[in-house]
DNA sequence: TGTTTATGGATTGTCGACAACACACAACCG
DNA sequence: CGGTTGTGTGTTGTCGACAATCCATAAACA
Protein backbone atom coordinates (compact mmCIF):
# COMPACT_ATOMS: atom_id res chain seq x y z
CA UNK A 1 0.00 0.00 0.00
CA UNK A 2 1.38 3.54 -1.02
CA UNK A 3 1.77 5.66 1.66
CA UNK A 4 1.68 9.06 -0.09
CA UNK A 5 -2.07 9.10 -0.81
CA UNK A 6 -5.15 8.85 1.29
CA UNK A 7 -6.49 5.41 0.33
CA UNK A 8 -8.73 6.38 -1.92
CA UNK A 9 -7.90 8.87 -4.83
CA UNK A 10 -11.20 10.16 -6.89
CA UNK A 11 -10.96 10.21 -9.85
CA UNK A 12 -12.88 13.34 -10.49
CA UNK A 13 -11.96 15.89 -7.11
CA UNK A 14 -14.71 18.27 -8.48
CA UNK A 15 -16.87 19.07 -5.37
CA UNK A 16 -20.33 17.69 -6.30
CA UNK A 17 -22.83 18.05 -4.28
CA UNK A 18 -23.67 14.60 -2.49
CA UNK A 19 -27.56 13.99 -2.78
CA UNK A 20 -28.74 12.63 0.63
CA UNK A 21 -30.52 10.33 1.02
CA UNK A 22 -33.05 11.29 3.85
CA UNK A 23 -35.85 8.49 4.71
CA UNK A 24 -39.51 10.10 4.34
CA UNK A 25 -40.66 9.85 8.06
CA UNK A 26 -37.62 12.08 8.94
CA UNK A 27 -39.34 14.73 5.91
CA UNK A 28 -42.34 14.51 7.51
CA UNK A 29 -40.92 14.61 11.10
CA UNK A 30 -39.19 17.78 10.17
CA UNK A 31 -41.90 19.31 8.54
CA UNK A 32 -44.02 18.56 11.33
CA UNK A 33 -41.36 19.63 14.01
CA UNK A 34 -41.00 22.85 12.58
CA UNK A 35 -45.15 23.51 12.33
CA UNK A 36 -44.95 22.75 15.82
CA UNK A 37 -41.97 25.00 17.06
CA UNK A 38 -42.82 27.97 15.30
CA UNK A 39 -46.71 27.53 16.95
CA UNK A 40 -48.34 26.68 13.39
CA UNK A 41 -49.38 23.81 14.76
CA UNK A 42 -50.64 24.80 18.58
CA UNK A 43 -50.91 22.61 21.33
CA UNK A 44 -53.25 20.12 21.90
CA UNK A 45 -53.90 20.01 17.77
CA UNK A 46 -55.00 16.41 17.45
CA UNK A 47 -53.15 15.06 14.91
CA UNK A 48 -54.95 12.15 12.50
CA UNK A 49 -52.85 9.79 10.70
CA UNK A 50 -55.26 9.34 7.59
CA UNK A 51 -55.41 12.66 6.86
CA UNK A 52 -52.08 13.86 6.87
CA UNK A 53 -50.85 11.20 4.98
CA UNK A 54 -53.21 12.19 2.28
CA UNK A 55 -52.32 15.96 2.61
CA UNK A 56 -48.50 15.34 2.23
CA UNK A 57 -48.89 12.64 -0.01
CA UNK A 58 -47.08 10.26 1.51
CA UNK A 59 -48.08 6.52 3.36
CA UNK A 60 -49.62 6.49 6.23
CA UNK A 61 -46.82 4.32 7.58
CA UNK A 62 -44.64 7.40 6.96
CA UNK A 63 -46.85 9.77 9.23
CA UNK A 64 -46.88 7.16 12.05
CA UNK A 65 -43.23 6.77 12.35
CA UNK A 66 -42.65 10.40 12.18
CA UNK A 67 -45.34 11.05 14.60
CA UNK A 68 -43.27 8.53 16.97
CA UNK A 69 -40.13 10.51 16.19
CA UNK A 70 -42.05 13.40 17.32
CA UNK A 71 -43.18 12.06 20.77
CA UNK A 72 -39.66 11.20 21.76
CA UNK A 73 -39.14 15.05 21.36
CA UNK A 74 -41.95 15.13 23.78
CA UNK A 75 -43.60 17.51 21.55
CA UNK A 76 -46.43 15.18 20.79
CA UNK A 77 -48.14 12.74 22.93
CA UNK A 78 -50.66 9.64 21.80
CA UNK A 79 -53.11 8.19 23.84
CA UNK A 80 -53.60 4.33 22.69
CA UNK A 81 -56.38 3.72 20.15
CA UNK A 82 -57.51 7.05 21.05
CA UNK A 83 -55.29 9.86 19.07
CA UNK A 84 -52.33 11.70 18.81
CA UNK A 85 -52.09 15.69 19.04
CA UNK A 86 -49.72 17.97 19.79
CA UNK A 87 -48.62 18.00 23.46
CA UNK A 88 -50.71 20.93 25.95
CA UNK A 89 -48.74 23.04 27.08
CA UNK A 90 -49.32 23.77 30.91
CA UNK A 91 -48.02 26.51 32.54
CA UNK A 92 -46.48 24.05 35.25
CA UNK A 93 -44.51 22.48 32.38
CA UNK A 94 -43.39 25.62 31.04
CA UNK A 95 -41.71 26.51 34.48
CA UNK A 96 -40.33 22.92 34.60
CA UNK A 97 -38.72 23.27 31.08
CA UNK A 98 -36.88 26.64 32.43
CA UNK A 99 -36.11 25.32 35.89
CA UNK A 100 -33.92 22.25 33.94
CA UNK A 101 -32.36 24.06 31.59
CA UNK A 102 -31.44 26.10 34.17
CA UNK A 103 -29.53 23.44 35.55
CA UNK A 104 -28.44 21.95 32.51
CA UNK A 105 -26.58 25.29 32.05
CA UNK A 106 -25.41 25.83 35.37
CA UNK A 107 -24.10 22.25 35.27
CA UNK A 108 -22.01 22.97 31.55
CA UNK A 109 -20.89 26.23 33.23
CA UNK A 110 -19.25 24.16 35.77
CA UNK A 111 -17.78 21.88 33.76
CA UNK A 112 -16.33 24.71 31.47
CA UNK A 113 -14.59 25.88 34.33
CA UNK A 114 -13.06 22.67 35.91
CA UNK A 115 -11.82 21.39 32.38
CA UNK A 116 -11.13 24.68 30.46
CA UNK A 117 -12.50 25.13 27.13
CA UNK A 118 -12.11 28.11 24.84
CA UNK A 119 -14.11 31.20 24.84
CA UNK A 120 -13.64 32.77 21.65
CA UNK A 121 -16.96 31.30 19.92
CA UNK A 122 -18.96 33.32 22.99
CA UNK A 123 -18.01 36.06 22.25
CA UNK A 124 -18.67 35.89 18.60
CA UNK A 125 -21.90 35.56 19.63
CA UNK A 126 -22.11 37.85 22.09
CA UNK A 127 -20.82 40.42 19.30
CA UNK A 128 -23.37 39.05 17.18
CA UNK A 129 -26.48 39.75 19.68
CA UNK A 130 -25.16 43.57 20.17
CA UNK A 131 -25.43 43.78 16.25
CA UNK A 132 -28.52 42.52 16.05
CA UNK A 133 -29.71 44.43 19.05
CA UNK A 134 -28.56 47.52 17.26
CA UNK A 135 -30.09 47.01 14.13
CA UNK A 136 -33.72 46.02 15.93
CA UNK A 137 -33.49 42.81 14.48
CA UNK A 138 -35.22 40.48 16.87
CA UNK A 139 -35.14 37.25 15.03
CA UNK A 140 -31.30 37.80 14.73
CA UNK A 141 -30.94 38.44 18.52
CA UNK A 142 -32.78 35.21 19.59
CA UNK A 143 -30.79 33.15 16.86
CA UNK A 144 -27.78 34.20 18.38
CA UNK A 145 -29.14 34.48 21.81
CA UNK A 146 -29.64 30.87 21.05
CA UNK A 147 -26.37 29.94 19.12
CA UNK A 148 -24.43 31.72 22.26
CA UNK A 149 -26.41 28.59 25.25
CA UNK A 150 -25.59 26.22 22.44
CA UNK A 151 -21.84 27.05 22.04
CA UNK A 152 -21.86 27.26 26.24
CA UNK A 153 -23.63 23.67 26.21
CA UNK A 154 -21.26 22.56 23.73
CA UNK A 155 -17.70 23.69 25.39
CA UNK A 156 -19.18 21.51 28.37
CA UNK A 157 -18.06 18.68 26.39
CA UNK A 158 -20.50 15.74 27.65
CA UNK A 159 -22.19 14.43 24.44
CA UNK A 160 -25.31 13.37 26.68
CA UNK A 161 -25.70 16.83 28.25
CA UNK A 162 -26.14 18.32 24.92
CA UNK A 163 -28.72 15.89 23.67
CA UNK A 164 -30.84 16.84 26.69
CA UNK A 165 -30.21 20.12 26.47
CA UNK A 166 -31.58 20.30 22.34
CA UNK A 167 -34.50 18.39 23.34
CA UNK A 168 -35.53 20.77 25.85
CA UNK A 169 -34.82 24.08 24.01
CA UNK A 170 -37.17 22.46 21.53
CA UNK A 171 -40.04 23.05 23.58
CA UNK A 172 -38.36 26.48 24.73
CA UNK A 173 -38.64 26.99 21.04
CA UNK A 174 -42.15 26.39 21.13
CA UNK A 175 -43.17 28.45 23.83
CA UNK A 176 -41.03 31.60 22.67
CA UNK A 177 -43.01 31.25 19.61
CA UNK A 178 -46.65 30.66 21.39
CA UNK A 179 -46.04 33.39 23.07
CA UNK A 180 -46.72 37.39 22.36
CA UNK A 181 -43.33 38.25 21.67
CA UNK A 182 -43.32 40.73 24.51
CA UNK A 183 -40.62 43.37 22.99
CA UNK A 184 -38.33 43.76 25.85
CA UNK A 185 -35.59 45.75 25.34
CA UNK A 186 -32.98 44.26 22.69
CA UNK A 187 -30.21 46.14 23.70
CA UNK A 188 -30.69 44.81 27.71
CA UNK A 189 -30.76 41.00 26.95
CA UNK A 190 -27.94 41.32 24.41
CA UNK A 191 -25.98 43.05 27.13
CA UNK A 192 -26.45 40.30 29.66
CA UNK A 193 -23.93 38.07 27.65
CA UNK A 194 -20.98 39.39 28.04
CA UNK A 195 -20.51 39.20 32.00
CA UNK A 196 -21.14 35.45 31.28
CA UNK A 197 -17.98 34.93 29.29
CA UNK A 198 -16.04 37.21 31.71
CA UNK A 199 -16.96 35.66 34.58
CA UNK A 200 -16.00 32.18 32.36
CA UNK A 201 -12.07 34.22 31.71
CA UNK A 202 -11.85 34.77 35.13
CA UNK A 203 -12.79 31.69 36.43
CA UNK A 204 -14.77 33.16 38.67
CA UNK A 205 -17.68 29.84 39.36
CA UNK A 206 -19.85 31.39 41.54
CA UNK A 207 -20.51 34.54 39.40
CA UNK A 208 -20.25 32.55 36.50
CA UNK A 209 -22.99 30.24 37.63
CA UNK A 210 -25.09 33.24 39.51
CA UNK A 211 -25.31 35.05 36.12
CA UNK A 212 -26.28 32.31 33.76
CA UNK A 213 -28.67 31.29 36.47
CA UNK A 214 -30.13 34.53 36.94
CA UNK A 215 -30.28 34.99 32.94
CA UNK A 216 -32.05 31.53 32.15
CA UNK A 217 -34.63 32.72 35.01
CA UNK A 218 -35.21 35.80 33.20
CA UNK A 219 -36.61 34.35 30.32
CA UNK A 220 -38.74 32.22 32.16
CA UNK A 221 -40.95 34.82 33.31
CA UNK A 222 -45.00 33.70 30.75
CA UNK A 223 -48.03 34.76 30.55
CA UNK A 224 -50.67 31.42 30.59
CA UNK A 225 -52.96 33.56 28.29
CA UNK A 226 -51.10 33.25 25.91
CA UNK A 227 -50.14 29.45 24.94
CA UNK A 228 -53.86 28.77 25.58
CA UNK A 229 -54.57 25.54 23.50
CA UNK A 230 -56.68 24.06 21.18
CA UNK A 231 -59.18 21.18 22.58
CA UNK B 1 -78.71 13.66 36.99
CA UNK B 2 -78.94 12.11 40.54
CA UNK B 3 -76.04 13.50 42.69
CA UNK B 4 -76.36 11.45 45.63
CA UNK B 5 -73.83 9.27 43.18
CA UNK B 6 -70.82 9.61 41.53
CA UNK B 7 -71.73 9.70 37.70
CA UNK B 8 -71.62 5.74 37.22
CA UNK B 9 -72.82 3.16 39.87
CA UNK B 10 -71.17 -0.38 38.29
CA UNK B 11 -73.47 -2.89 38.70
CA UNK B 12 -70.83 -5.25 39.86
CA UNK B 13 -68.65 -4.01 42.71
CA UNK B 14 -66.26 -6.81 42.53
CA UNK B 15 -63.12 -5.43 41.32
CA UNK B 16 -62.61 -7.90 38.68
CA UNK B 17 -58.84 -7.35 37.25
CA UNK B 18 -59.63 -5.17 34.20
CA UNK B 19 -58.01 -6.72 30.86
CA UNK B 20 -55.56 -4.23 29.69
CA UNK B 21 -55.07 -3.65 26.13
CA UNK B 22 -51.41 -3.23 25.68
CA UNK B 23 -50.44 -2.59 21.86
CA UNK B 24 -48.47 -5.30 20.78
CA UNK B 25 -45.36 -2.64 20.11
CA UNK B 26 -45.49 -2.19 23.49
CA UNK B 27 -45.26 -6.22 24.87
CA UNK B 28 -42.09 -6.18 21.78
CA UNK B 29 -40.34 -2.74 23.60
CA UNK B 30 -40.91 -4.38 27.48
CA UNK B 31 -39.37 -7.97 25.93
CA UNK B 32 -36.69 -6.34 24.15
CA UNK B 33 -35.82 -3.54 26.83
CA UNK B 34 -35.85 -6.29 30.07
CA UNK B 35 -33.04 -8.27 27.80
CA UNK B 36 -31.21 -5.34 27.32
CA UNK B 37 -31.12 -3.84 30.79
CA UNK B 38 -30.62 -7.51 32.81
CA UNK B 39 -27.68 -7.63 29.84
CA UNK B 40 -29.31 -10.56 27.62
CA UNK B 41 -28.65 -8.53 24.76
CA UNK B 42 -25.59 -6.43 24.91
CA UNK B 43 -24.55 -3.44 23.58
CA UNK B 44 -22.95 -4.13 20.27
CA UNK B 45 -25.59 -6.64 18.86
CA UNK B 46 -27.52 -5.82 15.54
CA UNK B 47 -31.07 -6.27 15.68
CA UNK B 48 -32.54 -7.48 12.54
CA UNK B 49 -36.42 -6.72 11.98
CA UNK B 50 -37.62 -9.76 10.19
CA UNK B 51 -35.36 -11.93 12.59
CA UNK B 52 -37.23 -10.98 15.52
CA UNK B 53 -40.69 -10.88 13.64
CA UNK B 54 -40.21 -14.38 13.12
CA UNK B 55 -38.86 -15.56 16.13
CA UNK B 56 -41.38 -13.32 18.46
CA UNK B 57 -44.07 -14.06 16.16
CA UNK B 58 -45.75 -10.82 15.43
CA UNK B 59 -45.40 -8.69 12.35
CA UNK B 60 -42.43 -6.37 11.23
CA UNK B 61 -44.10 -3.52 11.87
CA UNK B 62 -44.22 -4.52 15.52
CA UNK B 63 -41.00 -4.77 15.88
CA UNK B 64 -39.94 -2.04 13.74
CA UNK B 65 -41.97 0.45 15.89
CA UNK B 66 -41.10 -1.50 19.14
CA UNK B 67 -37.39 -0.65 18.16
CA UNK B 68 -38.20 2.87 18.20
CA UNK B 69 -39.70 3.04 21.30
CA UNK B 70 -36.69 1.49 23.42
CA UNK B 71 -34.43 4.15 20.33
CA UNK B 72 -35.93 6.93 22.69
CA UNK B 73 -34.87 5.78 25.75
CA UNK B 74 -31.72 5.79 24.40
CA UNK B 75 -31.30 1.56 24.17
CA UNK B 76 -30.92 1.36 20.39
CA UNK B 77 -29.06 3.23 17.87
CA UNK B 78 -30.04 2.99 14.11
CA UNK B 79 -28.05 4.51 11.46
CA UNK B 80 -30.27 4.18 8.28
CA UNK B 81 -30.15 1.76 5.62
CA UNK B 82 -28.06 -0.41 7.39
CA UNK B 83 -29.48 -1.34 10.56
CA UNK B 84 -30.05 -1.20 14.00
CA UNK B 85 -28.34 -2.26 17.27
CA UNK B 86 -27.81 -2.41 20.81
CA UNK B 87 -26.23 1.23 21.65
CA UNK B 88 -22.39 0.68 22.31
CA UNK B 89 -21.66 1.56 25.77
CA UNK B 90 -18.82 3.47 25.55
CA UNK B 91 -16.38 4.58 29.00
CA UNK B 92 -17.38 7.41 28.39
CA UNK B 93 -20.85 7.31 28.11
CA UNK B 94 -20.87 5.71 31.42
CA UNK B 95 -18.95 8.55 33.08
CA UNK B 96 -21.67 10.53 31.20
CA UNK B 97 -24.41 8.87 32.69
CA UNK B 98 -23.72 9.09 36.36
CA UNK B 99 -22.30 12.72 36.22
CA UNK B 100 -25.52 14.00 34.26
CA UNK B 101 -27.35 11.60 37.43
CA UNK B 102 -25.38 13.22 39.54
CA UNK B 103 -26.96 16.76 39.22
CA UNK B 104 -30.44 15.18 38.67
CA UNK B 105 -30.35 14.40 41.76
CA UNK B 106 -28.31 16.94 43.69
CA UNK B 107 -31.50 18.93 41.87
CA UNK B 108 -33.63 16.67 43.33
CA UNK B 109 -32.32 17.50 47.11
CA UNK B 110 -32.42 21.39 46.56
CA UNK B 111 -36.00 21.38 45.87
CA UNK B 112 -37.08 19.23 48.43
CA UNK B 113 -35.34 21.70 50.43
CA UNK B 114 -36.53 24.65 49.43
CA UNK B 115 -40.20 23.35 49.10
CA UNK B 116 -40.92 20.75 51.87
CA UNK B 117 -42.01 17.18 51.23
CA UNK B 118 -42.50 14.32 53.59
CA UNK B 119 -39.25 12.44 53.96
CA UNK B 120 -41.21 8.68 55.70
CA UNK B 121 -40.98 7.03 52.38
CA UNK B 122 -37.22 7.01 52.66
CA UNK B 123 -37.04 6.20 56.04
CA UNK B 124 -38.71 3.21 55.19
CA UNK B 125 -36.54 2.05 51.76
CA UNK B 126 -33.33 3.05 54.49
CA UNK B 127 -34.71 0.08 56.32
CA UNK B 128 -35.30 -2.14 53.60
CA UNK B 129 -31.82 -1.44 52.81
CA UNK B 130 -30.76 -2.11 55.64
CA UNK B 131 -32.42 -5.08 56.31
CA UNK B 132 -31.62 -6.46 52.75
CA UNK B 133 -27.83 -5.97 53.74
CA UNK B 134 -28.16 -7.98 56.73
CA UNK B 135 -29.21 -10.59 55.16
CA UNK B 136 -27.06 -10.83 52.44
CA UNK B 137 -29.53 -10.00 50.07
CA UNK B 138 -27.78 -7.79 46.47
CA UNK B 139 -30.61 -8.21 44.69
CA UNK B 140 -32.90 -6.75 47.65
CA UNK B 141 -30.20 -4.05 48.37
CA UNK B 142 -30.27 -3.07 44.66
CA UNK B 143 -34.12 -3.03 44.66
CA UNK B 144 -34.21 -0.51 47.39
CA UNK B 145 -31.58 1.45 46.40
CA UNK B 146 -33.40 2.17 43.42
CA UNK B 147 -36.73 3.13 45.66
CA UNK B 148 -34.85 5.71 47.40
CA UNK B 149 -33.27 7.12 44.60
CA UNK B 150 -37.02 7.09 42.79
CA UNK B 151 -38.33 8.61 46.02
CA UNK B 152 -35.92 11.22 46.04
CA UNK B 153 -36.51 11.99 42.77
CA UNK B 154 -40.47 11.81 42.66
CA UNK B 155 -40.23 13.85 46.10
CA UNK B 156 -38.75 16.95 44.36
CA UNK B 157 -42.56 17.52 42.72
CA UNK B 158 -40.81 17.73 39.00
CA UNK B 159 -42.64 15.76 36.24
CA UNK B 160 -39.82 16.27 33.96
CA UNK B 161 -36.97 15.74 36.25
CA UNK B 162 -38.45 12.74 36.88
CA UNK B 163 -38.84 11.59 33.34
CA UNK B 164 -35.25 12.72 32.45
CA UNK B 165 -34.07 10.77 35.78
CA UNK B 166 -35.90 7.71 34.85
CA UNK B 167 -34.96 7.65 30.96
CA UNK B 168 -30.90 7.84 32.67
CA UNK B 169 -31.65 5.79 35.26
CA UNK B 170 -32.42 2.95 32.66
CA UNK B 171 -28.78 2.90 31.65
CA UNK B 172 -27.29 2.65 34.64
CA UNK B 173 -29.59 -0.50 35.05
CA UNK B 174 -27.90 -1.58 32.14
CA UNK B 175 -24.72 -0.34 33.02
CA UNK B 176 -25.08 -2.66 36.77
CA UNK B 177 -26.13 -5.55 34.65
CA UNK B 178 -23.35 -5.36 32.67
CA UNK B 179 -20.63 -4.98 35.13
CA UNK B 180 -19.17 -7.75 37.40
CA UNK B 181 -21.14 -7.18 40.37
CA UNK B 182 -18.33 -6.40 42.90
CA UNK B 183 -19.66 -7.37 46.10
CA UNK B 184 -18.68 -4.54 47.66
CA UNK B 185 -19.72 -4.08 51.30
CA UNK B 186 -23.00 -3.91 51.49
CA UNK B 187 -23.56 -2.54 54.73
CA UNK B 188 -21.61 0.18 53.74
CA UNK B 189 -23.73 1.07 50.82
CA UNK B 190 -27.18 0.70 53.36
CA UNK B 191 -25.44 2.96 55.57
CA UNK B 192 -24.54 5.50 53.04
CA UNK B 193 -28.27 6.47 52.66
CA UNK B 194 -29.66 7.29 56.43
CA UNK B 195 -27.19 10.56 56.93
CA UNK B 196 -28.67 12.17 53.20
CA UNK B 197 -32.11 11.91 55.05
CA UNK B 198 -30.82 12.99 57.60
CA UNK B 199 -29.85 15.92 56.32
CA UNK B 200 -32.56 16.12 54.66
CA UNK B 201 -34.18 16.56 58.04
CA UNK B 202 -32.38 19.16 59.26
CA UNK B 203 -32.68 21.53 56.32
CA UNK B 204 -29.16 21.25 56.18
CA UNK B 205 -29.05 21.83 52.01
CA UNK B 206 -24.78 22.08 51.95
CA UNK B 207 -24.67 18.68 53.61
CA UNK B 208 -27.13 16.97 51.82
CA UNK B 209 -25.86 18.20 48.55
CA UNK B 210 -22.47 16.78 49.34
CA UNK B 211 -23.82 13.50 50.21
CA UNK B 212 -25.95 12.89 47.33
CA UNK B 213 -23.43 14.06 44.90
CA UNK B 214 -20.76 11.79 46.64
CA UNK B 215 -23.07 9.32 46.82
CA UNK B 216 -23.42 9.21 43.17
CA UNK B 217 -19.97 9.29 42.57
CA UNK B 218 -19.10 6.34 44.45
CA UNK B 219 -21.14 4.39 42.19
CA UNK B 220 -19.43 5.25 38.88
CA UNK B 221 -16.39 3.66 39.43
CA UNK B 222 -16.48 0.47 36.58
CA UNK B 223 -14.16 -1.35 34.94
CA UNK B 224 -14.43 -0.68 31.02
CA UNK B 225 -13.17 -4.26 30.47
CA UNK B 226 -16.64 -5.55 32.00
CA UNK B 227 -18.63 -3.69 29.21
CA UNK B 228 -16.73 -4.95 26.30
CA UNK B 229 -19.64 -4.78 23.60
CA UNK B 230 -20.34 -7.73 20.57
CA UNK B 231 -19.25 -6.67 17.29
C1' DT C 1 -88.55 7.54 31.57
C1' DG C 2 -84.28 5.53 32.53
C1' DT C 3 -81.23 1.84 31.54
C1' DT C 4 -79.27 -1.24 28.70
C1' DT C 5 -77.91 -2.87 24.32
C1' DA C 6 -76.92 -2.37 19.11
C1' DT C 7 -74.84 0.02 15.60
C1' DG C 8 -72.03 3.21 12.94
C1' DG C 9 -68.17 6.05 12.06
C1' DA C 10 -63.69 7.54 12.95
C1' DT C 11 -59.10 6.38 14.44
C1' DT C 12 -55.28 3.66 15.63
C1' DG C 13 -53.03 -1.09 15.44
C1' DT C 14 -51.22 -4.91 12.75
C1' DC C 15 -50.13 -7.28 8.78
C1' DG C 16 -47.74 -9.07 4.43
C1' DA C 17 -45.77 -7.57 0.03
C1' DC C 18 -42.84 -4.91 -2.64
C1' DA C 19 -39.31 -1.14 -3.44
C1' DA C 20 -34.98 1.18 -2.26
C1' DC C 21 -30.69 0.87 -0.52
C1' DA C 22 -25.79 -0.50 1.06
C1' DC C 23 -22.33 -3.73 0.97
C1' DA C 24 -19.46 -7.45 -0.63
C1' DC C 25 -17.89 -10.15 -4.07
C1' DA C 26 -17.55 -11.72 -8.81
C1' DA C 27 -16.86 -10.52 -13.58
C1' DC C 28 -14.89 -7.79 -16.82
C1' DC C 29 -11.49 -4.90 -19.18
C1' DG C 30 -7.23 -1.88 -19.65
C1' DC D 1 -2.45 -6.97 -12.08
C1' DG D 2 -5.39 -2.72 -10.79
C1' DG D 3 -9.35 -0.68 -11.24
C1' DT D 4 -13.88 -0.39 -12.68
C1' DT D 5 -18.30 -2.19 -13.36
C1' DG D 6 -22.05 -5.65 -12.82
C1' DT D 7 -24.70 -8.60 -9.79
C1' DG D 8 -26.57 -10.81 -5.65
C1' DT D 9 -27.89 -10.87 -0.99
C1' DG D 10 -29.49 -9.13 3.18
C1' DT D 11 -31.40 -5.29 5.33
C1' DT D 12 -34.29 -1.27 6.03
C1' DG D 13 -37.96 1.85 3.93
C1' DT D 14 -42.63 2.43 2.14
C1' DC D 15 -47.01 1.07 0.86
C1' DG D 16 -52.15 -0.21 0.87
C1' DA D 17 -55.45 -3.28 3.07
C1' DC D 18 -57.67 -5.17 6.89
C1' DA D 19 -58.55 -5.82 12.00
C1' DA D 20 -59.25 -4.00 16.65
C1' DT D 21 -60.69 -0.45 19.48
C1' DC D 22 -63.11 3.53 21.20
C1' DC D 23 -66.82 6.85 21.36
C1' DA D 24 -71.20 8.79 20.48
C1' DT D 25 -75.65 8.11 19.24
C1' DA D 26 -79.64 5.52 18.27
C1' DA D 27 -82.65 1.68 19.23
C1' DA D 28 -84.80 -1.56 22.25
C1' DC D 29 -86.62 -2.77 26.47
C1' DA D 30 -88.67 -2.75 31.30
Redo the contacts between chains.
Keep these: MVATKPAKAPAMPLDIAPIE?V?LR?QVAEQLRSAILSGRLRPGTSLVETALAEQMNVSR?SI??AI??L??DGLVESI??KGKRVKPLTE??VA??Y??RE?FEV?AVRRILENGAPLHQLRVHCDAMTDAAARGDFEGLVAADEAFHHSVIELAD????LA?WKSLYMRIHQIMALRNRDERNLEEVAGNHPPIVDALAAGDTDLAVRLISEHTQTLATFDPATIAQDP
Design positions: NPVTREQLENAYREETSLVMHALLS
